[in-house]
């Protein structure tokens, strides 16, 4: 008895310490996150000066587009970490809702708001591959 005490006494503080590590995440991409929305509006401040060398002008362009897809990067990173935090005070964390079955623990630690286990984003990622090349 005194096992399965200390079994369940381990699960959950794993299961805090997952949760803890899932917020710090989840606060330092909002960090970043928040950063980065800065920087765009800085260049974008500085697009809407009057610039006459189309070279300057082309490179304030890249920088912009840059900006624009790590600010959507980030913010997709941020709404996976606040899904998998939801799923947590749901008690479903850690399981794949397409399959059922557990998502691999390894996957976990690399990547805490995995959503789907790896046999099922592989058959996801494919689905959308086959798409993308028929069109």
Do not use: W
Not at 125 to 134: K, M, N, Q, V
């Amino acid at each position: 008895m005194a096992t399965a005490t200390n079994g369940n006494r381990r699960g959950r503080l794993s299961s805090r310490t997952h949760h803890a590590t899932l917020q710090q995440l989840l606060e330092r991409e909002q960090q970043v996150l928040r950063a980065r929305k800065g920087a765009l509006r800085e260049i974008a401040r500085g697009e809407m000066q009057e610039t006459t060398d189309v070279e300057e002008r082309s490179e304030e362009l890249v920088d912009f587009g840059v900006g624009v897809a790590a600010l959507r990067l980030t913010a997709r990173t941020v709404q996976c970490i606040e899904t998998a935090l939801q799923r947590f005070d749901a008690g479903t964390y850690g399981v794949c809702p397409d399959c059922r079955g557990p998502i691999e623990p390894g996957r976990l630690r690399a990547m805490p708001f995995a959503e789907l286990c790896r046999r099922c984003q592989e058959r996801y990622d494919g689905l959308r591959r086959e798409r993308l090349e028929a069109v």
